[in-house]
T-cell receptor, first 115, second 108 residues
Framework: EAEVAQSPRYKITEKSQAVAFWCDPISGHATLYWYRQILGQGPELLVQFQDESVVDDSQLPKDRFSAERLKGVDSTLKIQPAELGDSAMYLC?????????????FGAGSRLTVL | GIQVEQSPPDLILQEGANSTLRCNFSDSVNNLQWFHQNPWGQLINLFYIPSGTKQNGRLSATTVATERYSLLYISSSQTTDSGVYFCAVLFGNEKLTFGTGTRLTIIP
C-alpha cells in the first residue's frame, strides 16, 4: 500500500537552532499538507500545496517557518530559529480527489522536542 | 470558521464491548473523514464519509449531513483499538478542520 514518507521520525534540538523536516507524498497526489499537532489537541494546518504552489499558508508563522515544494513532489518544512513552543508532532499528508473532495492520507509524523 | 465537537472526550471500555463516538459540526460539509491516531502518533484514515453509512470489518460510520453529525461505531473492541479518534470536516473551499478527539482505552 502506498505511503506518505516522513523524516526524521524524532528530532531533539535546542532553542534557537534550525530544524528541517522532509515529506514525500504518495505518487500522483498533487496536494500536500503540513499539519502541526500539539499534545492533547487535534492537528492544525500550517501550509497546503497544490503541485508546487502554496494554496494556504495563513497559519504558518512566517517569521520562523518556511515550506517549499520546488518540483511539486517532495516537500521540506523548516523552522529557524526553533522555540520551546514549537515542540509538537509535525504531520505531512497528501490527498487524492474522491468525488470532488480531497481525501487525506497522513505520514507517520516527525516529533520535535525543543529544549 | 466551522466548529467541530467530539464526544465523549474519553472512553474506557473492557475488551469485547461496543462503542459509539460522535462528531457534531456547525455547518454543511462536503468532506468528512474519521481517523484513528495510534500510540505512535500516526493518523490512520478509517472512513471518508460525507453522508450515508459505510462499514469496514468491526468499524462502521454514519453521517447525517442534514442534521450535522457523524457517528463512528466500534464493535467487539480489541486492545489495538486504543488511541485517539478524530473526525475532520471540510466546508466549501476552507481547510480540513479537526475535532478535539475522543481518547479510547480498551482494557484487556
Amino acid at each position: 500500500e502506498a505511503e506518505v514518507a516522513q523524516s526524521p521520525r524524532y528530532k531533539i534540538t535546542e532553542k534557537s537552532q534550525a530544524v528541517a523536516f522532509w515529506c514525500d507524498p504518495i505518487s500522483g497526489h498533487a496536494t500536500l499538507y503540513w499539519y502541526r499537532q500539539i499534545l492533547g489537541q487535534g492537528p492544525e494546518l500550517l501550509v497546503q500545496f497544490q503541485d508546487e504552489s502554496v494554496v494556504d499558508d495563513s497559519q504558518l508563522p512566517k517569521d520562523r517557518f518556511s515550506a517549499e515544494r520546488l518540483k511539486g513532489v517532495d516537500s521540506t518544512l523548516k523552522i529557524q530559529p526553533a522555540e520551546l513552543g514549537d515542540s509538537a508532532m509535525y504531520l505531512c499528508a497528501s490527498s487524492l480527489l474522491v468525488s470532488g473532495a480531497n481525501v487525506l492520507t497522513f505520514g507517520a509524523g516527525s516529533r520535535l522536542t525543543v529544549l | 470558521g466551522i466548529q467541530v465537537e467530539q464526544s465523549p472526550p474519553d472512553l474506557i471500555l473492557q475488551e469485547g464491548a461496543n462503542s459509539t463516538l460522535r462528531c457534531n459540526f456547525s455547518d454543511s460539509v462536503n468532506n468528512l473523514q474519521w481517523f484513528h491516531q495510534n500510540p505512535w502518533g500516526q493518523l490512520i484514515n478509517l472512513f471518508y464519509i460525507p453522508s450515508g453509512t459505510k462499514q469496514n470489518g468491526r468499524l462502521s460510520a454514519t453521517t447525517v449531513a442534514t442534521e450535522r453529525y457523524s457517528l463512528l461505531y466500534i464493535s467487539s473492541s480489541q486492545t489495538t483499538d486504543s488511541g485517539v479518534y478524530f473526525c475532520a470536516v471540510l466546508f466549501g473551499n476552507e481547510k480540513l478542520t479537526f475535532g478535539t478527539g475522543t481518547r479510547l482505552t480498551i482494557i484487556p
